[in-house]
C-alpha cells in the first residue's frame, strides 16, 4: 500500500533513479552526487540526539533524588491525620544521641527501650477511645539455621521486643505487622540503619491512634532489638510472641543507605494483592521487580528481617530500604545530619498509607484465598506503578514478539520492493548484522575490562567511588565509540555485495537490535522472569516505531521522521536509564565494603559497559544516515583520553572523599586480637597479638600508608588459612568466600575484660560414635566453629535447629559456625554435639576455635587500638573492637 507521503516523494524518487541498478537515492539535487549515497542527516543533528541523551540523564537523576515537602509541627493544624515529619525528625534526634546501640549493650537495651517506650506512652496518651491498644516488651532466646553468607547456627538468650498492637472494638483476629529494628552494629549512631524506620513507625502509630477512624483488622508494630546480630529479635516475635499466629502480612523498614527514597526491593512470596494494594495507595511509588531478583540473587551482601517472616513464620510482606547514599551505611557517619526530611515525609506517607490499604482491605481476613499468584511490576519515574499478573505478562510478552517478528517481516518486503534484496537475502544480511552487533557488545566489554586491568596497574582504581562520573568517561563513552565504529565500518566495508539506500542500511540494524531484544524477551518468558518488561518495553516501542515509520513516512522520511524515533525510543531509553542509575546508587557504595577480593574496577567496567551498550541500541544505528562522522567520532575519542588524562594526572582520580558535600568515606575493620593455638593434649602450640585489618575494599590497606606508618608493615593473610580454621581469625560472622583478603600486624597484647572460657565438660561414647558436651562464657557476642576430619560426622546436637548447618569447605572438610549473643545479662552457651566416628578411627576427632568480641564497652577497645585509629585520616570510616580466637585440636 502506498501513502499519500510516499506519493509526495514520488517525484523526487523518480529524478535520482538509476536504471542500472535497484538503488534509489533521496537527494536535494544540489547535494546529488550520482556516484556516492547521499546520507540525509547533518552532523548537527546527531550532535544534538548525544546533547539530549545528556540532558535526559541529568533530568532522570533530578527526578531521582526529587522528594517531597516535609510537614512541621507549625504545619500540624491544616494536615490533620497526615504524618508530619519533624515529630519523627525530633524522635530519630532522642534515638541516635544515645549513639551506638549493640545488642546487649545497655544503650541498646535500656536506654533505647525507654526512648521508644516513652514516646509510646505519650502517644497513647492522647489516643480516640475509639482503639484498643496494647503494649508488650518481650524477651526472647531461641535458635535458627541461617542460610546466608557462609551460613550459620544462630543462637540467641533475651533479645528484647517492643511490640504494640492497635486494634478496635470488632476485635479483629487477623493483623498486619510493621517491623523495625533500634540496634545498630558497633560504632555507628544508627541514624538510617533503623532509627528512621522506628521513628517513622512511631509517627505512624501517633497518627493512626489519635484518629477517631477505627481499622477493620489490627496492626501490629514490631520494634526489634536486634536484627544486627542477624536477626534473632524478629525470629523470637515470629516464632513466640502470643500475637505472631494473628500475622496475616508484613511491612518491614530497613536502610542500606541514608536518606532518598524507600526502594520496594522485595515482594511476597506469592499474594499479589499486596502488591495490588501497594500500587493503589502509596502517593510515591518505587519499586520493581527487578530489585526484587537482584537482592534475592544474592549479589548484593546483605539481609533482612524480611527472610525471617517469610520463611519461620510463613508471612508475605513487603520490604523497603533506603538506598541512596549507602557510603554512610554502618558507618560512624550514618547520622542524623544525612537522614533528610522530605525522606522521612516520602517514606512516612507511603507506609501509612499502604498500612491503612492494607489493614482496612478484606484481603488479610482470608489470605489463603489470595496467595496464588505473582506480579511483573515496576514505576514509572516514580509517578505510577504498571502491574500485571504472571499469566498476563505471558500473554503481552507472546503478542509483541509476534509483533516484532511481522514488523521485522514488513520491513524485508519494503527492501524487496524498494531495493530488490530478497527475503531471504534480507534475513542473511540481519542475521550478520545480529552478530555484529554482539561482537561490538564484546569488544565494549573486553576495552572496559582492558581500561580497568589499566587502571589496576596504574594503582588509579576505583575513581568513580566518590565521583561517580568518572564512570562516564572511563566506560560509558568508550562503550558509545565502540558501538557506533563497528557498526559504521561493518556498514560500510561488509555491505559491498548489495547497492542500498542509507534508510535500507539502518533498517537492518535496526531490525538486528529489534532481533536481539526479541530474543532476550522470549527467553526471559520461558525463564519465569519478572524483569521481562525490560526487553518487552524495547521491543515494544522498537515495534511501534517500524509500525509507525511505514504508514506515517513511507520510504523517504522528512526530520519529522527524527522526532518520532527519538521520542519512541527515548521512552524506553529514559525508563531503562532510571532503572540503571537506581542499580549505580545501589552498587558503587556497595564496591566499599565488598572486599578486597571483589575486583571491584572491573565488574563495574564490565557492569556499566554492558548496561549502557544495550541502552544506546537503537541510537547506535543512527550514525548510518549521517553524513559526517569523523568529528564525531574523534571528539568522542578526544574526550576520553582527557579525561584519562585528568584522572591519572591530578588528584581528581582520587576515589575517597571525607567532606561534608561528597562523604565516600575508605572502610576499614581493625580488631585488635589475641589469637591462641592448642594442640591435642591442650599445650599451646602457637600464640600471636595484633590488628587484624579487615580489607574492605580493593584498595585496602596500603592507601593510607603516608598517613599510619605502622600499616606499610601488614603481612597478607594466606599460609594461616591453610593451616588453621577460619585462618585462625576472630572473624565475627562466616564471611570468609567474600572476605578472605586480610592483613595481620603484629602489636601489642589486647586489655581482655570478661574472657572467655570453653569448657569440656563432658565426653562419652555413644552407639557409632562420641557425645561431646561443651559450654562456653565470655561477652555477649561469641563464636564457635568447628571442622571435623575426614571421616569423622556431625550427626547431631542440642541446639534446637532442624540439623546442623554446614558451611564452606576448609581442606576439603565441612565447617560449621555457631554465631551466639546474649542480653543485659551473661548467659553461659551449653551444647552437646554426637560424632558418628569410624570404629578404625584414631586421633583427633575435629578442629575447635571460640571467638570472643567486644563491641562496646570499656573492653571494646585498649589504649594502643585508639591511638592507632586515630592516625588514620579523615577520609576514612575505621570500625574497631577487641577479640580473641583461640582453637583446639579435640
Known amino acids: 500500500m502506498v501513502n499519500r507521503g510516499y506519493r509526495k516523494m514520488g517525484s523526487l524518487r523518480n529524478r535520482f533513479s538509476s536504471e542500472t541498478s535497484h538503488y534509489r537515492k533521496y537527494s536535494n539535487g544540489k547535494d546529488y552526487d550520482p556516484s556516492k549515497t547521499h546520507k540525509p542527516m547533518p552532523s548537527s543533528y546527531f550532535v544534538g540526539i548525544l546533547s539530549l541523551m545528556l540532558l535526559t540523564f541529568s533530568l532522570v ?32 534526634k532522642h534515638l541516635t544521641i544515645i549513639g551506638p546501640r549493640v545488642a546487649g549493650s545497655y544503650e541498646n537495651e535500656v536506654l533505647a527501650v525507654k526512648v521508644i517506650t516513652s514516646e509510646i506512652e505519650g502517644i497513647l496518651q492522647q489516643a480516640h477511645p475509639s482503639h484498643v491498644v496494647e503494649v508488650d516488651i518481650q524477651k526472647a532466646s531461641g535458635a535458627f539455621n541461617l542460610a546466608f553468607l557462609d551460613g550459620m547456627t544462630n543462637v540467641y538468650r533475651d533479645v528484647q521486643n517492643i511490640v504494640v498492637k492497635v486494634g478496635s472494638r470488632i476485635n479483629s483476629s487477623h493483623s498486619l505487622l510493621i517491623n523495625c529494628h533500634f540496634d545498630t552494629v558497633m560504632d555507628s549512631p544508627g541514624a538510617s540503619d533503623d532509627g528512621a524506620g522506628c521513628a517513622v513507625m512511631l509517627e505512624i502509630l501517633r497518627v493512626l491512634v489519635h484518629s477517631n477512624k477505627i481499622l477493620r483488622h489490627n496492626i501490629i508494630f514490631l520494634f526489634n532489638g536486634g536484627e544486627e546480630n542477624f536477626m534473632p529479635a524478629s525470629h523470637g516475635f515470629i516464632t513466640q510472641h502470643k500475637w505472631a499466629k494473628e500475622v496475616r502480612a508484613f511491612i518491614n523498614l530497613e536502610a542500606c543507605g541514608a536518606g532518598g527514597r524507600e526502594v520496594l526491593f522485595q515482594a511476597g512470596p506469592n499474594h499479589p494483592w499486596i502488591l495490588e494494594t501497594y500500587s493503589e495507595e502509596v502517593p510515591y511509588p518505587y519499586a520493581s521487580s527487578l530489585a526484587q531478583e537482584i537482592f534475592q540473587s544474592g549479589v548484593i551482601p546483605g539481609d533482612t528481617d524480611y527472610r525471617i517472616f517469610r520463611d519461620f513464620g510463613n508471612v508475605s510482606g513487603l520490604d523497603f530500604a533506603w538506598s541512596a547514599n549507602g557510603y554512610v551505611y554502618h558507618t560512624k557517619f550514618d547520622s542524623i545530619q544525612h537522614v533528610p526530611l522530605g525522606s522521612l515525609q516520602r517514606t512516612g506517607d507511603n507506609i501509612l498509607a499502604l498500612a491503612k490499604g492494607m489493614a482496612q482491605g478484606h484481603q488479610l481476613s482470608n489470605v489463603e484465598h ?99 562520573y568518572w564512570a562516564l568517561f572511563l566506560y560509558v563513552i568508550p562503550t558509545l565509540v565502540i558501538s557506533l565504529i563497528t557498526i559504521f565500518v ?44 525490560i526487553p518487552l518495553t524495547w521491543v515494544f516501542f522498537a515495534s511501534l516505531g517500524n509500525f509507525l515509520k511505514s504508514k506515517l513516512f513511507g520510504r523517504w522520511r522528512s526530520p519529522k521522521w527524527y522526532l518520532m524515533h527519538v521520542f519512541l525510543i527515548g521512552l524506553p531509553f529514559v525508563q531503562d536509564f532510571y532503572l540503571v542509575i537506581g542499580a549505580l546508587y545501589l552498587f558503587i557504595p556497595i564496591m566499599g565494603r565488598a572486599g578486597a577480593g571483589s575486583h571491584a574496577e572491573y565488574l563495574i567496567a564490565a557492569m556499566i559497559s554492558f548496561l549502557f551498550a544495550k541502552m544506546f541500541s537503537f541510537a547506535v544505528p543512527l550514525i548510518l544516515l ?232 570499656e573492653g571494646k577497645a585498649s589504649q594502643d587500638l585508639k591511638n592507632f585509629v586515630n592516625e588514620f585520616p579523615d577520609w576514612t570510616a575505621v570500625t574497631y573492637w577487641t577479640a580473641t580466637y583461640e582453637s583446639w585440636k579435640i
Open 61 to 92: 537523576i533530578i527526578i531521582e533524588k526529587r522528594l517531597p515537602k516535609a510537614w512541621t509541627r507549625d504545619e500540624e493544624l491544616q494536615h490533620p491525620e497526615s504524618f508530619i515529619a519533624e515529630r519523627a525528625y525530633d524522635i530519630l
Open 626 to 857: 549521517v553524513r559526517k562522522v569523523d568529528k564525531i567520532f574523534k571528539s568522542l575519542i578526544a574526550v576520553f583520553l582527557m579525561s584519562l588524562a585528568v584522572l591519572l594526572l591530578t588528584p581528581l582520580g582520587f576515589p575517597y572523599s571525607g567532606g561534608p558535600n561528597v562523604l565516600a568515606p575508605q572502610r576499614f575493620m581493625i580488631a585488635h586480637a589475641q589469637r591462641i593455638f592448642h594442640d591435642q593434649s591442650g599445650v599451646i602450640t602457637n600464640t600471636s597479638n595484633g590488628y587484624w585489618i579487615v580489607d574492605m575494599d580493593i584498595n585496602s590497606p596500603h592507601t593510607v600508608d603516608h598517613h599510619v606508618d605502622l600499616m606499610k608493615t601488614a603481612i597478607p593473610v594466606e599460609q594461616d588459612c591453610v593451616d588453621y580454621l577460619y585462618c585462625g581469625l576472630p572473624y565475627l560472622v562466616p564471611v570468609l568466600t567474600m572476605i578472605w583478603k586480610t592483613h595481620w600486624l603484629p602489636g601489642p597484647q589486647p586489655v581482655l575484660l570478661n574472657t572467655v572460657n570453653m569448657t569440656l565438660i563432658e565426653r562419652r561414647t555413644i552407639s557409632g560414635g562420641e557425645r561431646l558436651s561443651f559450654e562456653v562464657s565470655g561477652p555477649t557476642h561469641l563464636g564457635v566453629m568447628m571442622s571435623p576430619v575426614p571421616g569423622v560426622e556431625i550427626r547431631g546436637w542440642s541446639i534446637p535447629t532442624p540439623e546442623p548447618l554446614a558451611g564452606p569447605l576448609w581442606n576439603g572438610r565441612n565447617t560449621y559456625f555457631i554465631y551466639y549473643a546474649y542480653g543485659l545479662e551473661p548467659v553461659p552457651l551449653r551444647f552437646w554435639i554426637d560424632f558418628r566416628i569410624p570404629s578404625s578411627h584414631s586421633g583427633p576427632i575435629m578442629d575447635m576455635a571460640v571467638t570472643s568480641h567486644y563491641l562496646f564497652g
Open 370 to 468: 489470595y496467595r496464588p499468584g505473582n506480579l511483573v511490576f515496576f514505576d514509572i519515574l516514580g509517578a505510577f506503578v504498571i502491574r500485571w499478573q504472571m499469566p498476563l505478562a505471558d500473554l503481552i510478552n507472546v503478542l509483541t514478539v509476534i509483533a516484532s517478528f511481522y514488523c521485522i517481516f514488513a520491513d524485508s518486503k519494503e527492501a524487496k520492493k524498494y531495493d530488490g534484496i530478497t527475503g531471504a537475502s534480507y534475513t542473511i544480511k540481519i542475521s550478520g548484522c545480529v552478530g555484529v552487533i554482539l561482537l561490538s557488545w564484546l569488544m565494549c566489554l573486553m576495552f572496559a575490562v582492558g581500561t580497568a586491568a589499566s587502571l589496576v596497574g596504574l594503582g588509579r582504581t576505583m575513581s568513580w567511588y566518590a565521583r561517580p
Open 490 to 533: 561493518h556498514a560500510k566495508y561488509f555491505n559491498k555485495d548489495l547497492i542500498l539506500s542509507p534508510w535500507t542500511v539502518f533498517q537492518l540494524y535496526y531490525d538486528a537490535y529489534q532481533v536481539i531484544w526479541t530474543m532476550v524477551l522470549i527467553i526471559g518468558t520461558l525463564l519465569r522472569y519478572r524483569s521481562s518488561f
